[in-house]
């Protein structure tokens, strides 16, 4: 999965180039290119808007839009609070696991961060380094929270295929009869994910393998003056890979805790899969049964994520409308997948953004209280 290509390369060397709460490249005299990330999907939505309430059709696309269900949109705000908190959790038990005492609340504070910045940042990019950095600052060692954020991207990508896999074959007439149309796109971008999780799975159990393609960046980088000393940080890099194979190591001996990883990954894709299920509800209807609906989103999200635009911004709402468009009635595709992209990519914006404003408030308190 390209949303999660660089996971290796971020949660390594995330640490070893964010300074001072910014990614590389996010100076202070640049602050308007962190704005523009932002206008992106901003911009793409209003586009949207625009375009889909400009239609013959609108009056009936916005009375179905005001028939949905509350009970199932709070249905669908479950599953997104459960995919969130269920996130933060597993960044605590792993953290603890390592001896790390992480309270609930910052592990919260982390995995917002890390939303925000995957949601601005192309292919998602800018997460792991963020959340590797936040969990540094409260005290976890960052091979500690390097492993951490790993773990948890790695094990919703394992789980999210095997899953998607088995609600495939539970009910393969249905979806393939749906998704007709692009069948072949489909199969390309579940072998390309599966690919993908077979080298992840490597990565997790060898890091060492990826060591010298990593190196070779830093030191490229140096070569064009991106990268300030890059043989001190080559060296420090590999200090972080010795802790990062040790730690995996470890985890490998634990069953206790890759079970709990296994069981969080599987609850966290259920919950971010079941929210187009309950959407689809309600708009008043149920045609679909619960595994065709929810296997065509991961489907959906397999493919649609290997566009690397800020939260895939266009290939999801595209997607939506090509694998989702026969499930949902006409009428109702566009207004659904109004409400979908919310719960699954604006919300999170919106949670993240106040989060990181919230903390940028609370230090500067604490700065100003420090002076006095």
């Known amino acids: 999965m390209v949303y999660y290509t660089w996971t290796g390369y971020d949660c390594l060397i995330g640490r070893l180039m964010v300074k001072d709460g910014r990614l590389p490249g996010m100076k202070t005299s640049r602050w308007y ?15 949207l808007v625009v375009l889909g309430f400009t239609a013959e059709d609108v009056h009936l696309a916005w009375n179905a839009l005001l028939r949905v269900s ?29 001896g790390c005492s ?52 790695a094990g919703f990508q394992f789980l999210l295929v095997i899953l998607a896999t088995c ?53 490229m980088l ?43 990954s599987g609850a966290q894709v259920l919950a971010y899969m079941s929210m187009v299920y309950f959407i689809y509800r309600g708009f008043g209807w149920s045609a679909a049964p619960y595994g065709v609906v929810t296997g065509i989103q991961m489907l959906l999200y397999l493919v649609a994520s290997m566009v690397p635009t800020p939260g895939a911004t266009g290939a999801q709402e595209g997607s939506f409308y090509v694998f ?16 979908w992209r919310f719960f699954t990519y604006y919300l999170m914006l919106i949670a993240g953004a106040a989060t990181l404003l919230a903390g940028m408030v609370r230090m500067r308190g604490r700065r100003a209280a420090s002076t006095d």
């Open 167 to 219: 609600f495939w074959l539970a009910c393969q007439g249905t979806i393939s009869a749906t998704i007709s149309v692009a069948k072949w796109v489909l199969i390309g971008g579940f072998a390309l994910n599966l690919v993908w999780t077979v080298f992840l799975a490597i990565v997790l159990a060898k890091g060492a393998w990826i060591a010298r393609p990593v190196e070779w960046t830093l030191r």
């Open 324 to 339: 989702l468009g026969k499930v949902f009635p006409e009428s109702s595709v566009f207004p659904a997948m109004l409400v």
């Open 70 to 98: 509350p009970r199932y949109l709070a249905a669908a705000a479950c599953c997104w609070c459960l995919y969130v908190g269920i996130r933060a959790l597993a960044l605590v038990v792993f953290c603890r696991f390592q």
């Open 222 to 264: 140096g070569r064009a003056r991106l990268l300030r000393n890059p043989e001190h940080r080559v060296d420090r890099f590999r200090e972080y890979v010795a802790e990062y194979e040790a730690i995996s190591d470890q985890m490998f001996k634990r069953p206790t805790l890759m079970i709990l990883c296994a069981l969080m």
């Open 33 to 47: 290119r962190w704005i523009g990330s932002i206008l992106f999907p901003v911009a793409s939505l209003a586009l």
């Open 102 to 153: 992480l309270k609930y609340g910052g592990a919260l504070y982390v995995t917002f961060i890390g939303l925000f910045y995957s949601g601005i940042t192309p292919a998602a990019t800018g997460g792991q380094p963020m959340q590797v950095y936040e969990l540094t600052k409260r005290g976890a060692h960052a091979s500690v929270g390097t492993s951490a954020v790993a773990v948890e991207t």
